[in-house]
């Protein structure tokens, strides 16, 4: 295989990302498999979503996500998160359990990189389904579709045009759901309260 063409590399080369960011972006993606991108399929009438989770720290928005995408049966599903850049380890063995405790380590100053990181993992995930329709055609193999979480704060608008722009890019239908804190949870990754009264303060919202 070509790794100059493959999808990962294109993602890598698109960002220019290097570094740390180019590190968690092929630590991530390594348990995946990896294709070379092809054109798109012609005729591909398979249901593709794109839902964006957005709520302030401890709305559980990660729990959600989780706990979703696990109960999901005939599609593909993904789920990304910001805050998996700042994850210790993670693999395709821990990536989808809620449960497992992870090393988690906060940084101010890669806030930028790891939301660089959710847009590029979202977009690997888009391609990676395109090219794993082709073998589903190829294979006579067919699932419903596939339903693609990301989960992030998205406080404000600009913060979720990114991810408008990938679904329009590969075809995914948008929906955002909006967790609220009536269980009065606390943030996993202790967040400071005047940040979390900072979220609510900006957040937008289009009824």
């Not at 888009?126 to 998205?154: C, P, S």
Request: proline letters at 1%; glycine letters at 4%.
């Amino acid at each position: 295989m070509n790794k100059d063409k493959t999808i990962t590399q294109r993602i890598i080369n698109k960002q220019l990302a290097t570094g740390k960011l180019k590190d968690k972006f092929l630590e991530y993606t390594n348990e995946w498999m990896e294709y070379e991108e092809s054109e798109p399929v012609g005729g591909n009438t398979k249901e593709k979503k794109l839902i964006l989770v957005r709520g302030a720290s401890g709305a559980g928005k990660s729990t959600f996500a989780y706990l979703f995408n696990n109960n999901i049966e005939n599609y593909i599903t993904n789920q990304i998160t910001a805050d998996d850049y700042f994850m210790s380890s993670i693999t395709y063995e821990n990536w989808n359990n809620c449960n497992m405790k992870r090393d988690y380590k906060f940084d101010y100053t890669q806030i930028r990189n790891a939301h660089t990181f959710c847009k590029m993992v979202t977009e690997y995930f888009m391609l990676a389904y395109r090219e794993y329709v082709v073998m589903q055609i190829q294979n006579k193999e067919f699932l419903d579709g596939h339903i693609l979480v990301v989960h992030n704060t998205f406080t404000e608008e600009w913060e979720m045009k990114p991810y408008y722009e990938l679904a329009n890019q590969y075809g995914y239908k948008v929906t955002t759901i909006i967790m609220e804190n009536r269980h009065n949870s606390d943030s996993i990754h202790n967040v400071p309260n005047d940040v979390v009264l900072a979220q609510k303060e900006r957040f937008q919202i289009k009824l």
